[in-house]
């Protein structure tokens, strides 16, 4: 699709589910439609879509070339610092014909923000732009997949340089690694990593959520790593388990097979009109027969597009049938507390028949 498909598909939905336009903020939807995003900031600074009319850019005089130069949206308003842009809004609103009507405001955008949409338009009701965004972006077109396997390539090719470490990982810092690993993702063509790279050895990787710090790995720890990087705007995301040196802790092996075991399971599950949480079962029900369910303490994947979380959840409670071009992560996990952790995750496209894998490298846990 291109981006005036995208916003053609968007007033289709601002149609169905009757709102007569939406304002975006500087964010992923802002992205996703008209090619142009920043920082969220602190001047006035949107797109609206009617349902009829725009895409159009209200923005500071300072961002003019910015958006002309990103995106394909040629209606760009500006105002000078020291101008009211408020007055801009009124005209969009009188253009758009949303006065009396209903608004999507970007999910993300600013209180201080949708305060003055609130005062400026009283009689409009208001709502969030992920009710027509989110649907449109949960299935990927061919560019995205196309961005999203070559991210998946450069965490692939990067994991396979942290296992030709081999030894030489066992002295190194969990920091000292996720340098290593944020050179490696960038040599192979990757623009910054999805997120703060996670490098947790022993006990530390028991903690989902640590990230990287001054701990040293040891001969014999297991060391979660799991990271990704952004080809033109699309991030990867990856967790291997792997040991360096000498010989893991004595339950290490058998919790890698169930772990292992899991995700395979649960890659297999994916297919058209599958719901979510059946996906989440297979892998949850392979760890519970071998006794760690209690240690698998997330959900077993997140949709992944231009953020990194995103729909679909792949969690129980979450019934929405699986279609072709959602992706998603498939990443089980057990952690002991104390000892270590293992997580295995690739990223999966849905296809016609079943689901393609973005991740290919080793799975094991020998380095
Ligand atoms: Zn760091
Ligand atoms: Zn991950
Ligand atoms: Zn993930």
């Known amino acids: 699709m291109t981006d005036r498909e995208r916003v053609a598909a968007c007033q289709d939905r601002l149609d169905s589910v009757d709102a007569d336009a939406v304002v975006l903020f500087p964010s992923t939807d802002m992205q996703y439609l008209s090619g142009f995003t920043d920082e969220p900031m602190e001047r006035h600074l949107f797109l609206f879509v009617g349902r009829t009319d725009g895409p159009l850019f209200v923005a500071p005089e300072m961002y003019d070339n910015h958006i002309r130069h990103d995106s394909w949206v040629e209606d760009v308003r500006t105002y000078a610092d020291g101008e009211d842009p408020l007055v801009l809004l009124e005209h969009a609103a009188d253009e758009l014909g949303f006065r009396g009507g209903r608004v999507l405001l970007d999910d993300r955008m600013w209180a201080r923000f949708t305060q003055d949409f609130r005062d400026l338009f009283p009689t409009t009701e208001f709502g969030l732009a992920s009710e027509v965004l989110e649907p449109l972006r949960l299935r990927k077109d061919n560019a995205e997949l196309d961005a999203l396997r070559r991210a998946g390539e450069a965490a692939d090719a990067a994991m396979d340089d942290v296992r030709d470490l081999g030894e030489d990982a066992v002295g190194m810092t969990e920091a000292e690694l996720a340098q290593f690993v944020e050179e490696r993702l960038a040599a192979h063509g990757g623009d910054a990593p999805s997120f703060a790279i996670i490098a947790g050895s022993g006990p530390n990787g028991a903690k989902p959520h640590h990230r990287h710090g001054d701990r040293e790995v040891q001969s014999g720890d297991p060391v979660v790593f799991d990271f990704g990087t952004r080809v033109d705007g699309y991030p990867s995301d990856q967790t291997r388990t792997v040991v360096f040196d000498g010989d893991p802790p004595e339950e290490f092996e058998t919790v890698h097979d169930v772990v292992r075991e899991a995700q ?22 392979v760890i519970a027969d071998a006794g760690y369910g209690d240690e698998f303490v997330h959900r077993t994947g997140h949709g992944v597009g231009l953020d990194v979380h995103e729909e679909p959840y792949i969690v129980e409670g979450n019934d929405q049938p699986l279609e072709p071009g959602m992706v998603f992560s498939v990443e089980p996990g057990v952690y002991l507390e104390g000892e270590f952790g293992v997580r295995i995750e690739d990223l999966v496209v849905v296809t016609e028949d079943g689901c393609e894998r973005l991740n290919h490298t080793d799975r094991g846990w020998r380095a």
């Open 264 to 285: 395979q399971a649960a890659v297999e599950a994916v297919e058209p009109g599958v719901p979510a949480e059946a996906v989440d079962a297979a892998a949850r029900d």
